[in-house]
Nanobody, 126 residues
Framework: QVQLVESGGGLVQAGGSLRLSCAAS????????MGWFRQAPGKEREFVAA????????YYADSVKGRFTISRDNAKNTVYLQMNSLKPEDTAVYFC???????????????????WGQGTQVTVSS
């Protein structure tokens, strides 16, 4: 049974940093893309960042480029999202997701992902 468990959310002031973690279990993820999405109140879920479990490809939304960094620790089966220079508009529930054999053009689309975590709240105060 696949499980994705996010952690690391919280309340931070604008300009601060947080690191989210996504611990993955239940299968081998070598052929998967691991993504982070977020959903703010009253808004649709949006893509934040993604990486391929095998290889060096990473993908970012324009709104977070230069501020957020996605990475992985293969030994711990964990994906991270380092978030720096946080802004109030980054406030949302952040979700980790896993999708198998995704083409590069598909990594930005939430319905292409097979598994989802429960989400972790990130609140950035001004």
């Amino acid at each position: 049974q696949v499980q994705l468990v996010e952690s690391g959310g919280g309340l931070v002031q604008a300009g601060g940093s947080l690191r989210l973690s996504c611990a993955a279990s239940g299968r081998t993820f070598s052929s998967y893309v691991m993504g982070w999405f977020r959903q703010a109140p009253g808004k649709e879920r949006e893509f934040v960042a993604a990486l391929r479990w095998s290889g060096d490809s990473t993908y970012y939304a324009d709104s977070v480029k230069g501020r957020f960094t996605i990475s992985r620790d293969n030994a711990k089966n964990t994906v991270y999202l380092q978030m720096n220079s946080l802004k109030p508009e980054d406030t949302a529930v952040y979700f980790c997701a896993a999708g198998a054999y995704l083409l590069s053009s598909y990594v930005y689309t939430d319905r292409r992902y097979d598994y989802w975590g429960q989400g972790t709240q990130v609140t950035v105060s001004s």
